[in-house]
């Protein structure tokens, strides 16, 4: 992989990882400054992933069209849309079925 990708996917990785870590383990005033400061952060970057991630007038995905040939471009909701979906609002659901899932 390229050097400079490199440098930021770990400095992402690691900044999301510091702020998961304060907040499910810190103490009450620790996750509340993280809330605070760090939050509207994390919301910004969501937004700015998302801005283009949008339909057109065919329904197709405007970020991720040119991903392939036209006859093969997914419609919306894309996979980058799917995934944070998933992550949001079914964070146990990260295998493909749900019987690929391991049971409580």
């Known amino acids: 992989m390229d050097v400079v990708f490199d440098e930021l996917h770990r400095r992402v990785k690691s900044y999301l990882a510091t702020v998961k870590n304060v907040a499910a383990d810190g103490g009450d005033e620790a996750a509340l400054v993280v809330a605070r400061s760090e ?12 801005c283009g991630h949008t339909p057109d007038d065919n329904g197709h995905c405007r970020q991720c069209r040119c991903a392939g040939r036209w006859w093969r471009r997914r419609r919306v909701p894309c996979r980058v849309f799917l995934q944070a979906q998933i992550a949001l609002f079914h964070p146990a659901g990260h295998g493909r079925h749900a019987l690929a899932r391991p049971r409580p």
Do not use: H, Q, S, T
């Open 39 to 50: 939050l509207p952060l994390i919301v910004d970057a969501f937004d700015a992933l998302f």
